[in-house]
T-cell receptor, first 114, second 114 residues
């Protein structure tokens, strides 16, 4: 009974390539997030969508473009990958953009750029 | 923006001893403080949370205290067990422009020595 799933789990690619990570949640939540966790384990929010609408867009290079086709899916496309993009990317979801709710995280996608 | 500081960055305790992790936040408007546990290679998962109208909350061996005046909150784990070994993240959250924004601390790596 997967709540928040991500594909792929591992992604190894070369500098300059373009790649996508997909996220799906079956919890009926209306808000989804992308986080980046670097090698020091810092968790930094990148984007948040509520009902397919972008509500948080932190200072992220415009090579990163999120896309939410519906409220159960939030994908992340990365253009012109750089070495510094290597990290674990977590998708998360919560019920309601307000109301201070628990976030449910996906299993993460470990991206390695060589 | 919100700034959350977390200490210590690493913590080693003997099995059966207590562990305390402390966090401070900067934005007095923050009103929800979750704690997440991340085991090695796994996703962060909520273990306990506290809202600003509560000073203390306990769940079995885990307790969290909040001091709104001083803007700090702490996680207490009693009778630690090897399975408590993980990275723990504190976070501060508030409603911001109609959405919830969560800022994570830098994490504490807890090692429980059998």
């Amino acid at each position: 009974d997967t709540a928040v799933s991500q594909t792929p789990k591992y992604l190894v690619t070369q500098m300059g390539n373009d790649k996508s990570i997909k996220c799906e949640q079956n919890l009926g939540h209306d808000t989804m997030y992308w986080y980046k966790q670097d090698s020091k384990k810092f968790l930094k929010i990148m984007f948040s969508y509520n009902n397919k609408e972008l509500i948080i867009n932190e200072t992220v290079p415009n090579r990163f473009s999120p896309k939410s086709p519906d409220k159960a899916h939030l994908n992340l496309h990365i253009n012109s990958l750089e070495l510094g993009d290597s990290a674990v990317y977590f998708c998360a979801s919560s019920q309601g953009s307000t109301g201070l709710r628990e976030q449910y995280f996906g299993p993460g996608t470990r991206l390695t750029v060589t | 923006g919100e700034n959350v500081e977390q200490h210590p960055s690493t913590l080693s305790v003997q099995e059966g001893d207590s562990a305390v992790i402390k966090c401070t936040y900067s934005d007095s408007a923050s009103n929800y403080f979750p704690w997440y546990k991340q085991e090695l290679g796994k996703r962060p998962q909520l273990i306990i949370d506290i809202r600003s109208n509560v000073g203390e909350k306990k769940d079995q061996r885990i307790a969290v205290t909040l001091n709104k005046t001083a803007k700090h909150f702490s996680l207490h784990i009693t009778e630690t067990q090897p399975e408590d070994s993980a990275v723990y993240f504190c976070a501060a959250s508030k409603d911001s422009g109609g959405y919830q924004k969560v800022t994570f601390g830098t994490g504490t790596k807890l090692q429980v020595i059998p």
